[in-house]
């Protein structure tokens, strides 16, 4: 159960898989076969901490799907986990992946904790144990199951797990492949950190691209003057604001943990952070409003909320108060069911997160075959580029007898950097995913969503890797 004892979020992403898999061709034993967990593991240790008290840590790791392996899905920190939630979460992975072409199975992790009761040394412990209890069974591996960050956890987390990982196995020369979202100089890759929120930005930039659906919105197309509301300025969060900002975006609010705020003119997301180091808090932000509780940014007017903080905010009761036109899930199920059919009877477009927050796992994707091919993107063809490019624009401008202008002549000689070929990798994927759903839906009428379009995509391709696969023996 999540959140309230009656809401199982497991139950909801097979609700939302059932719906969907009417509109598809699947035998119905193989769509039962999609839709089950294939593994959950639950265990139970001890940590001793610092003032010598020991405490027994619940932990989960759950592997939805071994269609395509290794399995692939963060680990998070929290005292929300449960079962339940970390099986809806693994089970969303397949589906994000197949929706991404990520060659990967759903998994999730969950620790049940809260962080910020511990030290450092405490967590650096309770991570290492977890990671010793998934070693010894096999429930990590390059090429079993690979975990990454998720809430509550980063790179700090994922440098300890390679660690722990890479000393129990000395001779695996892929050691460094057994989870993502490591710091750079432990083998990550430049870009994994902002990707998700990255990736949240770019499907939402070809959405508001879309002509069609932003004239059925009463809205202009791009990116540029539409007024934002984030909740959560955690990794997704924060990013996701500071692109939108970036491309000329009004965020006109942010709700957090602590409470939340409105500025109708912007609010600097870079400056905010730096307040809420300095104060603890996002409240009394300089030229913005205090709400009255930390709920309340949801309900302000404005073009696309994104809930980045957890799942089940936006439920029955808030939902028939929601003002925005376009709400971009960059949490993973942060709306319930009840709230789902609430906002479709409102007109509202629900873009979801199954598929738009994929920017973590289609990076982790890179970042794991950085490390299976043990080098830099961009490493051997950079100075090649660059030396070609020169020699191409010289020619050229030799022929026409005239010089390029000096910022095209900066850009054209450029030699791709690993940041470059990663964001590229990025947006290449988040727009094919967003057009590939858009057209299921737009080709079958009586889909009634965007989230319901995104799994028959999903479902389609799982079902046709195991219908290919063959059942075993
Ligand atoms: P995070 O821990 O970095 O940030 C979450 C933020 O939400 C924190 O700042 C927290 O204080 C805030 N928060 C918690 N409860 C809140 C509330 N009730 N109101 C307002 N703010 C609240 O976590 P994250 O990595 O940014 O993950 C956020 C969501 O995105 C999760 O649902 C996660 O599963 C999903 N997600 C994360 C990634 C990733 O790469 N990190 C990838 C895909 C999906």
């Known amino acids: 159960m999540s959140n309230n004892d009656n809401y199982s979020f497991f139950t909801a992403v097979e609700n939302s898989f059932d719906k969907a898999a009417e509109f598809t061709k699947w035998d119905k034993g193989l769509l039962e076969l999609i839709k089950a967990c294939n593994a959950v593991y639950r265990m139970r240790f001890p940590v001793k901490k610092e003032d010598g008290s020991i405490e027994v840590i619940e932990a989960y790791r759950v592997q939805h799907s071994h269609h395509k392996t290794p399995c692939k899905g963060g680990i998070r920190f929290s005292m929300a986990v449960n079962q339940d939630e970390v099986m809806a ?58 975990p990454a960050p998720d809430y509550g956890t980063g790179e700090r987390e994922m440098a300890w797990i390679v660690d722990t990982y890479a000393t129990m196995h000395p001779n695996d020369i892929d050691a460094a492949g057994c989870v993502t979202g490591k710091p750079v100089s432990q083998g990550g890759v430049n870009g994994r950190r902002e990707a998700t929120g990255l990736g949240v930005f770019f499907g939402l930039k070809e959405v ?3 002509e069609d659906r932003m004239r059925k919105l009463g809205l202009t197309t791009g990116v540029a003057g539409k007024r934002i509301v984030v909740q959560g300025l955690g990794n997704v969060g924060f990013h996701t604001a500071k692109f939108f900002q970036q491309a000329g975006a009004i965020v006109v609010g942010i709700a957090e943990f602590e409470g939340s705020i409105s500025k109708e003119d912007g609010i600097d997301v870079v400056a905010l952070v730096e307040h809420r180091k300095r104060t603890g808090s996002i409240l009394d932000f300089p030229g913005a409003i205090n709400l009255e509780n930390n709920g309340a940014a949801l309900e302000l007017d404005c073009d696309i909320l994104i809930p980045a903080a957890l799942e089940n905010v936006i439920n029955g009761q808030n939902a028939p108060r929601v003002k925005a036109k376009i709400i971009g899930e960059a949490a993973n199920g942060p709306l319930t069911p009840e709230a789902d059919e609430i906002l479709l009877k409102k007109g509202i477009l629900v873009v979801p997160d199954m598929y738009l927050n ?36 010289k020619e050229m401008e030799a022929l026409t007898g005239k ?8 850009f054209i000689e450029h030699g791709a950097d690993e ?8 947006e290449e994927t988040m727009i094919n995913a967003t057009r590939e759903i858009m057209s299921e839906w737009e080709n079958n009428e009586k889909i009634p969503d965007m989230r319901t379009a995104a799994y028959v995509v999903a479902i389609n391709k799982v079902a046709t890797s195991y219908a290919e696969l063959g059942i075993f023996p």
Do not use: Q
């Open 208 to 210: 508001c691209n879309m």
């Open 403 to 410: 010089r390029a202008d000096e910022k095209n002549r900066s």
């Open 419 to 426: 940041i470059d070929l990663v964001h590229s990798g990025l």
């Open 358 to 393: 994929a920017g973590g796992v289609t990076v982790s994707y890179f970042e794991w075959l950085k490390n299976l091919s043990h080098v830099r993107y961009g490493r051997l063809e950079k100075r090649f580029n660059e030396n070609m490019n020169t020699r191409i624009l």
């Open 89 to 146: 979460l693994a089970a969303l992975m397949t589906y994000k992946c197949a929706i991404v072409n990520v060659p990967f199975g759903g998994g999730k992790g969950g620790i049940k904790i809260d962080p910020k009761k511990y030290t450092p040394y405490e967590l650096e412990k309770i991570t290492r144990r977890y990671t010793t209890e998934l070693i010894k069974k096999n429930y990590i591996g390059p090429a079993l199951d690979v």
